[in-house]
């Protein structure tokens, strides 16, 4: 492997110094970025959906839990998808790993839930079995995801009420999108690796594999080492 330039520590200070004015310049713009969504226009959500829980039936109005936020991620959890039924999809359960502590979230009124197809009795058993108990999770028995484009690929979809009872679509992400929510890759793109994924423009020789392949289910991991 050729690495970059081995120099003192008074040049990798000057080194840092130019680039933390990149990173402020990143910050800045995902700042701006975010003040942009909040401008977005919010359209209606005319359809009655109706989700099963764990207490029964719900509809989308109960899935914000009282608070006046809702993010739902569209996890891919049902019989025609890799690894069922012991395993949600392997990136949708990497994603799951990474849910926060959501007290914190709901301090902010705001609620966060899976959504999936498979049946609430398939859910609570992944769940318990991969430790993701702190996650409210619900399947999907309607078009929600088709009308809310994730019946073929992961998004996660933003909405909010209104006293009234209404609710409105605010803003959705998908695809890469979702990295954000994943602190696996950011911890890794502050490292001289890397992702090392062969997308990633990396130095010549540096390790690097397919994506998606070197991803494993928690517990595959374990099974591995």
Same mark, same amino acid.
């Given at each position: ?24 310049? @990143?910050?800045? *713009? ?46 891919? @959890? ?17 994603? *799951? ?9 709901? *301090?902010? =009124? ?33 078009? @929600?995801?088709? =009308? @809310? ?5 992961? *998004? ?62 928690? =517990? ?6």
């Amino acid at each position: 492997m050729k690495t970059p330039p081995i120099v003192s520590a008074q040049e990798w200070d000057n080194a840092l110094a130019k680039m933390l004015v990149k990173e402020k310049e @990143f910050t800045r *713009a995902r700042d701006a970025l975010a003040a942009e969504r909040r401008r977005m226009p919010w359209t209606p959500v005319e359809k009655e959906y109706v989700f099963d829980g764990p207490d029964g039936k719900v509809g989308l109005l109960d899935l914000f839990d009282g608070r006046r936020q809702l993010i739902v991620y569209r996890a891919f @959890f049902q019989p025609d998808v890799h690894g069922w039924p012991e395993h949600a999809c392997i990136g949708c359960s990497l994603m *799951a790993d990474h849910v926060p502590n959501l007290t914190h979230l709901n *301090a902010r =009124d705001t609620t966060f839930v899976y959504a999936s197809p498979a049946p609430q009795g398939d859910i609570e058993r992944v769940k318990a079995r991969m430790g993701w108990e702190r996650i409210p999770w619900y399947s999907i028995t309607d078009d @929600f995801d088709k =009308d @809310f484009g994730c019946d073929e690929w992961h *998004a996660t979809n933003a909405f909010i009420r209104d006293g009234d009872g209404r609710v409105f679509r605010t803003y959705s992400i998908n695809n890469r999108g979702d990295e954000a929510f994943v602190t696996t890759w950011s911890l890794l793109d502050m490292t001289a690796l890397g992702r090392q994924e062969e997308w990633e423009d990396s130095p010549e020789g540096y390790p690097q594999t397919p994506p998606y392949q070197w991803w494993a289910w928690h =517990d595959a991991y374990a099974q591995d080492g």
